[in-house]
């Protein structure tokens, strides 16, 4: 069973790689790291009280698959994200691979989500507000892009001793953390 302690933690590279898509063949793995993805974000509801989605990289899994939990739950496997608005809104953003850190983010207002769901049946979500920043978010961490890669000059250096502390597992939590070895 997959818990809090295996989301992976700023400082670990695996954060920062390109995921590969997923191959029909794989297909049959899908409910087992869809499992996995539900198990760890259920454990962080259950500590924290938040987390709407993961995506798979957050557990080492390589792959384009984020899972979503909102009205009813959400595979989301290869997506693409088409149709972004040039309107734009800030935002207090977290991540469950960064606890107890928030940045403010500029996300698109609006998007269309194309992807493929747990059935290799291809889908097509316009989103808005709340759900578009989370669909970006997540999006992101398949690109190995994270929340504090959108910080630039003075903000990013404001906080770079927080995302040190972070990385070296210096932070204040409910729950042990579990960082790479270095």
């Not at 207090?92 to 290799?120: A, G």
């Not at 316009?126 to 669909?135: F, P, R, T, W």
Request: net charge negative; with cysteine.
């Amino acid at each position: 069973m997959k818990t809090i302690h295996d989301i992976l933690k700023l400082g670990d590279p695996r954060l920062y790689e390109v995921c590969t898509p997923v191959l029909r063949e794989e297909l049959p793995e899908v409910p087992v790291w869809i499992q996995q993805l539900h198990e760890a974000m259920e454990d962080v509801r259950r500590v924290y009280g938040f987390g709407r989605g993961i995506a798979a990289p957050q557990l080492g899994i390589m792959k384009r698959l984020f899972y979503l939990q909102l009205d009813r739950p959400y595979v989301v496997i290869n997506p693409e994200l088409k149709g972004l608005s040039e309107e734009e809104f800030e935002l207090w953003d977290d991540c469950m691979s960064f606890p107890n850190l928030l940045v403010r983010v500029k996300r698109h207002q609006s998007l269309s989500l194309h992807y493929l769901d747990e059935q290799w049946q291809p889908q097509v979500w316009k989103v808005e507000g709340a759900i578009s920043e989370l669909i970006q978010h997540e999006y992101d961490h398949l690109e190995g892009i994270l929340f504090v890669d959108y910080l630039k000059g003075l903000k990013k250096r404001m906080i770079q001793s927080k995302l040190i502390d972070v990385s070296k597992g210096k932070v204040s939590t409910d729950y042990r953390m579990i960082y790479p070895l270095k």
